[in-house]
């Protein structure tokens, strides 16, 4: 599919970093396979020591940010009426981090907990918040619910951090550091450019961890791996049967599965590792259903009928697939 709500992109050109070309063999990082890279994450064994989820002071809250939207999004909307998000407190007076989320992913994505243990470790009170490209944050937070023009997105989440700061008004802030991942990483760019002028952050530091630097090539590089063709599907045998198979002959021969990053990891050295092919038409399909979702959400809540009829009615008891299917 391709994503029409963000085709109109700006595209971030980031400046070039001058440093010395290492070979893979010289970087020491045991995966050299992109994909693999992508899916599996950083093996266990090169990972930093970070506090335990017990050790850390951690809630989640919520926020109104659009109180009108509580009583006319369906009754199974009835989770993100609200925009919630999750705050790790220090026990003292110390930096606070905004940490915004990849594309689709919401504030309690296995990434964003990944870097909320990583910066909560070295001292920060850590402020997780849902990508403005995640369905409850378009429900609950996106003033439009159409996604994709990022200025537009970094006053969304401006927004959302100024009512997080004004909640959280009895916690000892020293000064305040923004970052985020991929698409993330891109919202934090404009953020910070806003800030610049509002001036309600002052942020001292704004990490990027590898933003798109075209975002359109970005997305159309993404939609084209779902058209990969992949060695043992046809008519009768689907890319997710073929996928769910191998897992499944993996489980017998291991006796337990769980399905982490680790797991991946382990899996990709095992005979049942999956082929270039299969990687990149699942990480396209994960692509696909973010845009799915996107569109579906959108198109709801402006009532634009492009995917749901107009007056169409929507309960707990209605099947949303038809629809996802259509986006």
């Given at each position: 599919m391709r994503l029409p709500l963000l085709s109109a992109l700006l595209a971030l050109v980031m400046t070039p970093v001058h440093a010395a070309d290492i070979s893979i063999e010289e970087y020491g990082?045991?995966?050299?396979?992109?994909f693999e890279a992508t899916i599996a994450s950083t093996p266990p064994e090169l990972r930093a020591e970070v506090p335990a989820d017990e050790d850390i002071d951690q809630a989640d809250y919520s926020l109104r940010m659009h109180p009108e939207r509580e009583f006319t999004l369906p009754d199974n909307f009835w989770a993100v009426k609200r925009l919630t998000y999750r705050l790790a407190r220090q026990p003292g007076a110390a930096p606070l981090i905004f940490i915004i989320s990849g594309?689709?992913?919401?504030?309690?994505?296995?990434?964003t907990e990944s870097l909320k243990r990583l910066f909560y470790g070295a001292g920060y009170h850590v402020v997780q918040l849902s990508s403005p490209t995640s369905f409850d944050f378009i429900a609950a937070a996106s003033?439009?619910?159409?996604?994709?023009?990022?200025?537009?997105?970094?006053?969304?989440?401006?927004?959302?951090?100024?009512?997080?700061?004004?909640?959280?008004?009895?916690?000892?802030?020293?000064?305040?550091?923004l970052t985020g991942y991929s698409l993330g990483a891109l919202n934090a760019a404009f953020v910070s450019q806003l800030d610049e002028t509002r001036q309600s952050f002052?942020?001292?530091?704004?990490?990027?961890?590898n933003p798109p630097v075209n975002l359109y090539t970005s997305i159309s590089n993404l939609n084209k791996l779902v058209q990969t063709r992949v060695e043992g599907i046809d008519s009768s045998t689907t890319f997710y049967e073929l996928i769910l198979e191998k897992l499944t002959r993996y489980y017998r021969q291991q006796g337990v599965i769980d399905l982490d990053a680790a797991m991946l990891f382990d899996f990709q050295q095992s005979p049942l590792r999956l082929s270039d092919e299969q990687m990149a038409m699942l990480i396209g399909s994960v692509f696909r259903f973010s845009s799915a979702d996107i569109a579906f959400t959108s198109d709801l809540i402006n009532r634009?009928?492009?995917?749901?009829?107009?007056?169409?009615?929507i309960d707990e008891g209605t099947s949303l697939e038809p629809f996802f299917r259509r986006a």
């Open positions: 990082y045991p995966l050299s396979n992109p594309t689709g992913a919401s504030y309690a994505a296995g990434k003033r439009f619910a159409t996604p994709g023009y990022s200025p537009e997105d970094a006053q969304d989440l401006y927004r959302v951090m100024q009512a997080v700061r004004a909640q959280q008004h009895d916690l000892p802030v020293t000064e305040f550091h002052n942020f001292k530091r704004v990490l990027l961890l634009r009928g492009l995917i749901v009829p107009p007056g169409y009615s």
